[in-house]
């Protein structure tokens, strides 16, 4: 809807592969929308699914809801949590509390 503020994140694995926003915070009109659509198609799937790594980069890293309170993460996932490695890797749970603190809502698909 236009007028509402998005930003894309993706996450895989513990360490991100690159820049984990492909597009940082924006309210949505006719040009960022073609923007967000480009972003999208230029994502790669690496194969892992740090799901909490996920929230964490939305809630935590400059480009998404970092310093905020409220807000919605729409997560898309596999539901399948897979790291390379246990250290770092945040799951759902690990998360829980941070989400519901900042008062943020997380649909998930």
Do not use: H
Request: hydrophobic fraction near 35%; glycine fraction near 12%; include cysteine.
């Amino acid at each position: 809807t236009d007028g509402t503020e998005v930003a894309l994140v993706v996450f895989s694995d513990v360490q991100p592969s690159g820049k984990p926003f492909i597009y940082d915070l924006n309210t949505v009109d006719d040009q960022t929308r073609e923007e967000m659509v480009a972003a999208i198609d230029t994502m790669e799937f690496k194969g892992q699914t740090c799901i909490g790594c996920g929230l964490d980069r939305a809630l935590n890293w400059n480009g998404g809801l970092k310093d905020t309170v409220g807000g919605v993460i729409i997560l898309i996932t596999d539901g399948v949590q897979k790291c390379s490695t246990n250290d770092g890797c945040f799951s759902i749970g690990d998360m829980t509390d941070e989400v519901v603190e900042r008062q943020v809502r997380v649909v998930t698909i």
